[in-house]
Nanobody, 116 residues
């Protein structure tokens, strides 16, 4: 069973930055897309950023311009860097991988809290 393990969450001050990493337990070549979602209390889970096997990236409007998603095939890792953090970025952040059949795999999530 594939495992996705997130790291890098925590408490960040408004205006600060964070780096989230997701390591997948097998080769990333199997997956057409990987990315980050988040879910705040009382809200639905929403897409933050995606990176596709062929290279393109996609960002949610409210993080575009202050976030960068990247992947390292050798390390089987997807990284999300977010800058200029706002309290509304507070959420549990989840890593997701989607394979060629459309099956989705999720990590357990990591809490990000933006507060002074």
């Amino acid at each position: 069973q594939v495992q996705l393990v997130e790291s890098g969450g925590g408490l960040v001050q408004p205006g600060g930055s964070l780096k989230l990493s997701c390591t997948i337990s097998e080769s990333m070549f199997r997956y057409n897309a990987m990315g980050w979602y988040r879910q705040a209390p009382g809200n639905q889970r929403e897409m933050v950023a995606m990176i596709f096997k062929t290279g393109p990236t996609h960002y949610a409007d409210d993080v575009k311009g202050r976030s960068t998603i990247s992947s390292d095939i050798d390390l089987n890792t997807v990284t999300l860097v977010m800058n200029s953090l706002k309290p509304e970025d507070t959420a549990v952040y989840y890593c997701k991988a989607r394979d060629g059949s459309g099956t989705e795999y999720w990590g357990q999530g990591t809490q990000v809290t933006v507060s002074s």
